[in-house]
């Protein structure tokens, strides 16, 4: 029997999480799949136990590298599997019952590229019944200027890899950043594909792992990274998604702020110059952006006395 989905479970020192992830895909409704688990050269035990559940079912399949990087790990995963389909789920994360069930019939049924499902943050997996219902949709939809708890709510369903099912066909590679590397994953993705489509349920359960990259300390210089990744969607988005690319771009002004000031390690002051320089005359010709926020930027990269001011005042209020 051909194999439809390849799901590639990239993992790093998740001995706590992993077996909870391997269980939720084991408990997929949808049976036809294997799962290429890359573990990035963990030091506890999580190789181990993806050794002994693949003792168990033969569908998974463990790798061990010693290259770290969970683009490396993905890539590596891609090479490796055989599906006509790829989804992808991180070691910390689990998803519900009839994810691969729903994303497989929306993407055979309706011809697509790729499809997107939506997410719900949780820190214990209960599964729910849910009913199929799939849609065409705008990226638009998912994305705000002014509501920051919205985005968090929302951003995922565009920039992460692990609310997709892809064809083969239309896969692009990962790029090596430390934090990032799906957006700019899902930016070449919507703009190599026109056919897509979204399972409106909250299937991909995103754990929040405050072990994670995702919420290592801001100040890192690996944050550098993520505002890199920003511009790049901007770039990327800004020929099949005008309202996106703007989001990405304000995003990505607002981190030059944020980073300049708070970043310990000054080795990227010139460069915050130079992306403040390329971008600050596209950002002034956004109209998604209203002129306060235009105005703001400019006051704040120009008088860091101001921006330190405000920051105070928001944290007092805190």
Request: charged share 30%; hydrophobic share 35%.
């Amino acid at each position: 029997m051909n194999i439809e989905i390849s799901i590639i479970v990239p993992s790093y020192n998740e001995e706590k999480n992993i077996r909870r992830c391997l269980d939720s895909l084991l408990n997929q409704n949808f049976q036809n799949f294997e799962i290429i688990c890359v573990d990035n050269a963990s030091t506890d035990s999580t190789f181990d136990i993806i050794k002994s559940y693949s003792e168990k079912d033969n569908r998974i399949k463990p790798f061990y590298l010693k290259e770290k990087g969970v683009s490396n790990a993905r890539n590596f995963g891609i090479e490796n599997s055989v599906g006509k389909y790829i989804g992808f789920i991180d070691a910390d994360d689990f998803i519900q019952p009839q994810m691969f069930e729903f994303m497989h019939r929306a993407i055979t049924e309706n011809k697509s590229d790729f499809v997107c499902c939506k997410y719900e943050k949780t820190s214990e997996l209960i599964n729910k019944n849910f009913e199929y219902f799939c849609r065409k949709f705008e990226l638009s939809e998912f994305i705000s200027f002014n509501d920051y708890d919205f985005v968090l709510n929302n951003e995922l369903v565009i920039s992460s890899a692990c609310t997709k099912l892809i064809d083969r066909k239309k896969l692009v590679k990962f790029e090596n950043f430390s934090v990032g590397e799906d957006t700019v994953f899902c930016s070449e993705l919507f703009k190599k594909c026109s056919n897509y489509c979204l399972v409106d349920s909250p299937l991909f359960c995103y754990y929040n792992n405050e072990n994670s990259v995702s919420f290592s300390d801001t100040k890192s210089e690996k944050w550098f990274d993520l505002l890199v990744t920003r511009f790049i969607a901007f770039d990327k988005f800004y020929d099949c998604d005008k309202s996106v690319s703007e989001f990405y771009l304000d995003r990505g002004m607002k981190n030059i702020l944020s980073y300049r000031f708070n970043l310990n390690n000054k080795s990227h002051k010139n460069d915050f110059k130079k992306y403040f320089k390329k971008y600050i005359g596209s950002y002034l010709k956004c109209e998604s952006i209203s002129l306060k926020y235009k105005l703001s930027v400019v006051l704040f990269y120009y008088f860091p006395c101001v921006y330190r001011i405000y920051r105070k005042s928001l944290d007092s209020t805190l």
